[in-house]
């Protein structure tokens, strides 16, 4: 069965992007010119996704907004004759069906996904965690629907190698490698640290989970940091499910992380069709300026 739902949980606070997510959803700051949620919808839709469920909390309405229809603004831009950002921003709101839930209490990323068990129904569904933004051709989540079609029944987590030192921030599994790029999961722990790492292959953030995920969700006890982890779920749940990392290909950002969020926009920005020469231009400069400094 082909996926066609995806869940994208936001709810968090964003503590890390403190003070710029202090009165807008992180999920709204933007990469160059377009919010990294809106590049986590769009790769959704590329794949093929017709629903996509958001998981939100109290003071994230404007993520909402950003994919409804914008009536005022539409009708500014019309009688401006602003007819290519007319165009833009209805693209927005035409892309996909997109659905919101609220998690009212914020107990977990386990949690969140649970949040979305009535509207994802008994499908399996694809998770787009919004923090990790995956520049590949094909999306990172059209690899991965790939790769679930071959194998038929089971999970897939999306998975890269990651510098020993920064597997305490991750999801890691010990796995054994079975073909090309994919890895059978024989067991995952969420953020360990390093010398309890069984391995430093990291989940990133997409998976492709059965619905019987909700049924542990819901008896599941906090885990790492009090929090209802997903990732316990899942180890759960490989008892009965075979459970697979694949090793996608493509770059990938941690856009909740200050760093990773700059190095995005760099990289976005030199890609960027109208931005992208004056961009390089500029770093060239500025690269010269430092290495005179030094
Ligand atoms: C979450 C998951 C973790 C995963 C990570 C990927 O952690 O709990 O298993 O490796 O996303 O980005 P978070 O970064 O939300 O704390």
Do not use: W
């Amino acid at each position: 069965m082909t996926i066609k739902k995806a869940v994208i949980p936001a709810a968090g606070f964003g503590t890390r992007f403190l003070p710029a997510s202090k009165a807008v959803p992180k999920e709204l700051l933007p990469i160059v010119d377009k919010p990294t949620i809106q590049y986590i919808a769009e790769e959704a839709i590329d794949t093929g996704i017709t629903q996509v469920i958001l998981v939100t909390g109290r003071e994230k309405g404007s993520i909402e907004d950003h994919f409804d229809i914008s009536f005022e603004l539409e009708h500014h831009l019309k009688a401006k004759g602003k007819e290519d950002l007319l165009k833009l921003v209805q693209e927005i709101s035409d892309m996909v069906q997109i659905v919101s839930v609220r998690q009212k209490t914020p107990l977990g990323l386990g949690h969140a996904i649970l949040c979305a068990k009535q509207i994802v129904g008994n499908h399996p569904f694809a998770v787009l965690l919004a923090d990790d933004i995956v520049d590949a051709n094909p999306p990172c989540l059209r690899q991965m629907i790939d790769v679930y079609n071959k194998i038929g029944k089971g999970i897939v987590l999306a998975i890269k190698e990651v510098p020993r030192d920064e597997v305490y921030q991750y999801g890691i599994i010990d796995g054994e490698r079975v073909a090309d790029r994919l890895y059978r999961v024989e067991s995952l722990v969420e953020k360990p640290p390093v010398e309890e790492a069984p391995s430093n292959l990291a989940v990133i953030g997409r998976y492709l989970l059965p619905p019987e995920i909700f049924e542990v969700l819901e008896t599941l006890p906090p885990g790492k940091g009090g929090e209802i982890q997903l990732t316990d779920a899942i180890a759960r749940l490989s008892e009965h499910f075979p459970v697979y990392g694949y090793q996608f290909e493509g770059e990938r950002y941690d856009a909740g992380d200050k760093m990773g969020f700059f190095i995005a926009n760099v990289r976005f920005g030199l890609k960027h069709p109208e931005l992208g020469p004056r961009i390089s231009d500029f770093l060239i400069k500025i690269a010269e300026e430092i290495k005179e400094q030094v």
